[in-house]
């Protein structure tokens, strides 16, 4: 069965840094791009960034840049998602999902015709002020 678990997520203050996983099974990890993105209730759900298959590039939305980091284990099956200097308009539900094309991942919040092949359930972050 192909799964990605996300942990990680819970109660952070205003100004503080919180580590997201994603655990992913039954898939070839490595042939998988990897994606972060989350949903506020009643909003859109967000791209937030991606990473290619070797980890060797990543790609972060503009809300992200310059303080956070995603970062995989191949070994380990885990993709991560360090957030710093966290605002309470970031308390969301954050995903991650898997595609084998980056560019899936990157529009999937745009493109209605690319939606990546797999998704987590979801870790809830709350950040409060």
């Known amino acids: 069965q192909v799964q990605l678990v996300e942990s990680g997520g819970g109660l952070v203050q205003a100004g503080g840094s919180l580590r997201l996983s994603c655990a992913a099974s039954?898939?070839?990890?490595?042939?998988?791009?990897m994606g972060w993105f989350r949903q506020v209730p009643g909003k859109e759900r967000e791209f937030l960034g991606a990473?290619?298959?070797?980890?060797?590039?990543?790609y972060y939305a503009d809300s992200l840049k310059g303080r956070s980091t995603i970062s995989r284990d191949n070994d380990k099956k885990t993709v991560y998602l360090q957030m710093n200097s966290l605002e309470t308009e970031e308390t969301a539900v954050y995903y991650c999902?898997?595609?084998?094309?980056?560019?899936?991942?990157?529009?999937?919040?745009?493109?209605?015709?690319?939606?990546?092949?797999?998704w987590g359930q979801g870790t809830l972050v709350t950040v409060s002020s």
């Open positions: 039954g898939l070839t990890f490595s042939s998988y791009a």
């Open positions: 990473i290619i298959r070797s980890g060797s590039s990543t």
């Open positions: 999902a898997a595609d084998h094309t980056l560019h899936t991942l990157v529009v999937a919040t745009t493109d209605k015709d690319s939606t990546p092949g797999v």
